[in-house]
């Protein structure tokens, strides 16, 4: 089902519950991006994926939304993304961007009362992060 109207504007009821918490670009960004890549693959399972990919080049999940990279940077968010997608053994961070400085890291995972932050490396803080946005997700949708 396209997830944009005949004017290219995102459909709020069509997208996931976190981009519709979302801002406009993110939701856009999504729409547009699923929408080519069911035309192109014909597998709505497959434009899910790839709208998804989309969205995290741009965008960082943080809590129960999308917001846009730190500094409005664009690019891979984890190492799955940066060798080649859903091809990849390597670990995806669920949408946080663990390309980020640990300094920013540390700053979302102060947003969301991540307990222990201060001494966590930088991957602890991303394993951190991506539990606390599943924890404030799952509460969202409840």
Request: proline share 4%; net charge positive.
């Amino acid at each position: 089902m396209p997830k944009t109207t005949k004017t290219g504007k995102a459909k709020q009821a069509e997208l996931p519950s976190t981009l519709q918490r979302s801002n406009k670009h993110a939701q856009q960004t999504f729409a547009k991006a699923h929408d080519s890549a069911a035309e192109q693959y014909g597998d709505p399972g497959r434009a899910h994926q790839v709208a998804f990919a989309a969205v995290k080049h741009t965008h960082e999940k943080v809590g129960d939304h999308w917001e846009p990279k730190e500094g409005g940077k664009k690019g891979p968010s984890d190492a799955r993304a940066e060798e080649g997608g859903r091809n990849s053994s390597a670990e995806t961070a669920g949408g946080v961007d663990a390309n980020a400085s640990k300094k920013h890291l540390a700053d979302i995972a102060k947003r969301l009362d991540v307990r222990g932050r201060s001494r966590m490396t930088k991957e602890q803080l991303v394993e951190a992060i991506q539990k606390a946005n599943d924890r404030e997700t799952a509460k969202a949708r409840s």
